[in-house]
């Protein structure tokens, strides 16, 4: 009886600690996030109401931290995540994302699409272009809608595009060691079956597909020519450094006839923006911004021609704002497999009662001037046009939008950008 007794006293505490925390959530989230939940059209008040129910069967810690996340996934909020305290041990109740299948995919038009395949995936003659017909016995669309679902349980997303992105990518991964099986369309053939095995291959999404040759490497970013002659520079992050990076990337490119910036799968980072964007105006001249004042050139070697910026639903945060940047203030052309992932925001920490978890949440969009006036935060950065990956291009070791970005430069819409380079005193290489 006093064994009994014991167990039901030590498990009345983490039920206490939850409605607490679960009240004050549901109080605080609703008063310091109200601009996002009216933008986002979420009934916080509901979502509050099925974690404050589900207390009622919470006896353990860990029980007390998955009622907490649940109730931050419906925030729809991509940075938004509850903060264990030092020494309270929980463990992740998601999905085992750890292990990848040496693969990502895309969807283009009706089809799942391989996007990427390399290390396991590879070595069971799975290739880019393929098409996905079944997964785990399902429909490849369905199976990644309820994979974006079962996801989404536990995680946060600002966007239904930014969900699925992250299902493509790292969701297609799973306990090491573990069977993905499916079956593979290459071509007009028939879908073949195929079982690959989990396991060192990352989920992490590296941006563009297929990189033009020869690139070099300066940090994380890379940078070099396309056959056809145009510069390319791929930024994987937006850190402090990356003036200096531009500068180093500008010099070795010189004066090329035209520039594609690839932000595909920019995590962010913290940066000078108007430092960056300088480095896009030629010497001596300004760059007309969308509030009423100009940005002088900055660098050695400031580049002033044409420029197309690529962008995907994996271009997050600081890379929103650093990408949708040159298009808001008219300096560039921007396509996209799809907006960016409208996580980009200012944040806040919310205590709670019990002290064993905290809040990290956004309360205001960044750039609320973007989009004439939406900003980022549960939109992206919508770009000029919305590109898919085609198989045959995938199959041909062609990246779609590399090619497309190519096309454009070399018939540049003027119309829709509103900086001429001639204008500003820069001449095209003869």
């Known amino acids: 009886m006093i064994v009994l007794m014991l167990a039901g006293l030590a498990s009345a505490g983490p039920k206490k600690d939850c409605k607490k925390d679960v009240q004050v959530a549901t109080k605080e989230v609703k008063r310091q996030c109200k601009l996002l939940l009216r933008l986002k059209k979420i009934k916080w008040a509901k979502v509050g109401a099925a974690a404050n129910k589900q207390t009622a069967k919470v006896k353990t810690v860990q029980e007390h931290y998955e009622v907490l996340s649940r109730m931050i996934a419906g925030l729809c909020d991509g940075h938004a995540y509850v903060k264990p305290a030092p020494g309270v041990a929980v463990k992740w109740p998601g999905p085992d994302l750890k292990s990848g299948p040496g693969l990502y995919f895309c969807r283009s038009g009706k089809k799942i699409l391989v996007k990427n395949a390399w290390g396991p995936a590879q070595e069971r003659g799975v290739k880019a272009g393929d098409e996905i017909v079944r997964i785990e016995g399902q429909a490849a669309a369905k199976w990644l809608d309820e994979r974006v679902a079962s996801i989404r349980e536990f995680s946060s997303f600002s966007t239904d595009h930014q969900a ?38 990352s989920g992490v999404p590296s941006g563009p597909v297929f990189p033009p040759k020869g690139v070099q490497r300066v940090g994380r970013q890379l940078y070099g020519k396309t056959q056809e002659g145009w510069g390319y520079i791929h930024l994987r992050d937006t850190k402090k450094e ?18 594609i910036l690839d932000f ?4 962010g980072g913290s940066f000078d923006h108007d430092g960056v964007l300088a480095r896009f105006v030629p010497a001596g001249k300004k760059l007309k911004r969308a509030k009423a004042y100009a940005i002088p050139s900055q660098g050695k070697h400031p580049y002033g021609g ?30 996209g497999e799809s907006p960016t992932a409208g996580m980009s925001s200012s944040k806040v920490t919310i205590e709670l009662p019990s002290k064993k978890f905290s809040l990290y949440v956004s309360v ?6 973007f989009q004439g006036g939406r900003g980022i935060e549960g939109i992206g950065i919508e770009p000029h046009e919305v590109i898919e990956y085609k198989a045959e291009d995938l199959a041909a070791g062609k990246d779609t939008l590399i090619a497309r970005a190519e096309e454009i430069l070399a018939k540049f819409p003027k119309g829709k ?12 290489p003869r």
């Not at 990356?242 to 035209?258: E, I, R």
Request: hydrophobic share 40%; charged share 25%; glycine share 12%.
């Open 364 to 369: 205001r969009s960044n750039k609320s001037r």
């Open 417 to 428: 950008v509103p900086y001429r380079p001639e204008r500003h005193g820069w001449k095209a």
């Open 242 to 259: 990356l003036p200096a990076q531009l500068d180093t990337m500008l010099a070795a490119l010189g004066n090329v006839p035209g520039l």
């Open 164 to 201: 699925l992105f992250f299902a493509c990518h790292w969701g297609l991964c799973g306990a090491a060691g573990s069977d993905f099986e499916l079956a593979v369309r290459t071509g007009r053939k028939q879908p073949r079956a195929v079982k690959v095995q989990r396991g060192k291959a």
């Open 306 to 335: 044409p420029i197309v910026v690529i962008v995907d639903a994996g271009t997050r945060s600081a890379g929103e704002t650093g990408s949708g940047m040159f298009k808001e203030d008219g300096r560039a052309y921007m396509i």
């Open 264 to 267: 595909r799968a920019n995590g």
